[in-house]
Nanobody, 126 residues
Framework: QLQFVESGGGLVQPGGSLRLSCAASGFPLDYYDIGWFRQAPGKEREGVSCISRSADSKNYADSVKGRFTISRDNAKNTVYLQMDSLKPEDTAVYYC???????????????????WGQGTQVTVSS
């Protein structure tokens, strides 16, 4: 079964940090560009970051640039999202999924399929 399992969310104070993990199973992760997305209550899902198959390209939404860092370990079939300097507006359910593979250039935060796992809740509050 092809799936992603997100983990690492939780409750954190403003200014704190969390590291999210996205574990892939049922397929070789290194064939695909991968993205992180989030959805806050009452809002549409939005792209947060993406990383190319070989990790030579990374892209971030303006709202998280300089605070979030995406990485991957293809040997572990896992993608990570390090989130620092968290703000209340980062509160959302975070998801990972396939994004449209780019032959060259910067990865794009466009989901390939309408597939969403269970996500992991991130709550930033004092």
């Amino acid at each position: 079964q092809l799936q992603f399992v997100e983990s690492g969310g939780g409750l954190v104070q403003p200014g704190g940090s969390l590291r999210l993990s996205c574990a892939a199973s049922g397929f070789p992760l290194d064939y695909y560009d991968i993205g992180w997305f989030r959805q806050a209550p009452g809002k549409e899902r939005e792209g947060v970051s993406c990383i190319s198959r070989s990790a030579d390209s990374k892209n971030y939404a303006d709202s998280v640039k300089g605070r979030f860092t995406i990485s991957r370990d293809n040997a572990k079939n896992t993608v990570y999202l390090q989130m620092d300097s968290l703000k209340p507006e980062d509160t959302a359910v975070y998801y990972c999924t396939w994004v449209v593979n780019q032959v060259q250039g910067t990865c794009v935060m466009t989901p390939t399929y309408n597939y969403w796992g269970q996500g992991t809740q991130v709550t930033v509050s004092s």
